[in-house]
């Protein structure tokens, strides 16, 4: 069973991220550390404790992170996500408490207790695995692999960011942290809008997702509607699964193609800040380039069923 730790900024994929995580018995989450990203990081760490305690795991220990980025202001997004981060959903609260430790000090003693077999799955900004590089150098490169969602590699298509015309939100949030992240020499897997805009969100799959009839499926697909009403009355952005398909690969890496490549963020501020970019030289990511849009949807049915 693949020991797991989930960096999340709940948020409405987060969510279903984390509940597919949740209910799939071939991972042992061992952890959920929160970060600022979709709301701020008070918001994110109730989102994950109510969302541990409604999914009956509040034995899962959670740890809050980084309230801000290491260089920039933080950007949050409430007009995708809702104020609180879950769209329109109210959680039950729970009693359940954050731990003392901070989420980077704890990255870095779990990374030490499964030492080569630890996989962290990153699906906000990045700032706790930098600074849990940067307290603890070498801790990203003892995990067995670090999963992330973040950046946009598509320079085809007619929009590469969702956050600026050049830039995905994780990175936009925290690209200094990507940087470290990158440069760290972790074994990283990264899927960017170019892989997750083909796994859309769309009211057929929400309402299919819905007719599953369990607590957590019910949840994700009230999310997952809510966030359709909202992306819909701002532009034609297309809706998509963007943080379950990092959760979906280490379920089911064969769903994914991947390509060795060398990926360079932007950290200058300006019209391109937070802009990722292939590069020429060695390659620092596995880059996730296609996807099993079906086959996606069919791991989430069996999972939430
Ligand atoms: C990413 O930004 C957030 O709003 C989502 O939760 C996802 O992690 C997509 O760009
Ligand atoms: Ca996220």
New binding site residues.
């Given amino acids: 069973v693949q020991p797991l730790v989930h960096d999340c900024?709940?948020?409405?994929?987060?969510a279903v991220a984390l509940l597919l995580a949740l209910h799939s018995p071939d991972l042992s989450l061992r952890a959920v550390t929160t970060t600022h990203?979709?709301v701020a990081l008070t918001d994110t760490t109730r989102n994950g404790l109510e969302l541990l305690a409604f999914a009956g795991r509040a034995d899962v220990p959670l740890y809050a992170g980084a309230a801000a980025p290491l260089v920039r202001a933080p950007v949050y997004?409430p007009e995708?996500?809702g104020r609180g981060g879950l769209g329109s959903v109210t959680l039950p609260e729970t009693a359940k408490q954050p731990e003392a430790l901070h989420a980077a000090l704890a990255l870095s003693q779990l990374s030490r207790e499964f030492s080569g077999e630890l996989t962290v799955c990153a699906?906000?900004p990045v700032s706790n695995l930098a600074l849990a590089e940067r307290l603890d150098p070498g801790c990203l490169a003892r995990l067995k692999e670090v999963v992330i969602?973040?950046g946009?590699l598509d320079v085809s298509a007619p929009k590469l960011g969702?956050?600026t015309p050049y830039a995905?939100?994780?990175t936009y949030?925290d690209p200094h942290a990507l940087r470290v992240v990158l440069e760290s020499g972790a074994r990283v897997v990264l899927f960017g809008?170019n892989l997750?805009r083909q796994v859309r969100v769309t009211r057929e799959r929400v309402a299919a997702l819905h007719a599953l009839g369990t607590p957590s499926a019910v949840l994700c697909a009230d999310m997952l509607a809510d966030y359709l009403n909202r992306i819909e009355v701002r532009d034609q952005r297309v809706g998509?699964l963007?943080?379950p398909c990092t959760v979906a690969y280490l379920l089911r890496p064969e769903l994914f193609a991947l390509e060795a490549a060398r990926v360079h963020v932007n950290t200058d501020e300006g019209e391109r800040a937070g802009m990722t970019t292939l590069e020429d030289g060695a390659p620092n990511v596995q880059l996730a380039t296609h996807a099993d849009e079906d086959g996606v949807y069919a791991l989430l049915h069996e999972r939430l069923r």
């Fill in positions: 900024d709940p948020g409405i994929d987060d990203g979709n997004a995708i996500h699906t906000g969602m973040g946009s969702n956050v995905e939100f994780n949030a809008l997750t998509a963007h943080d």
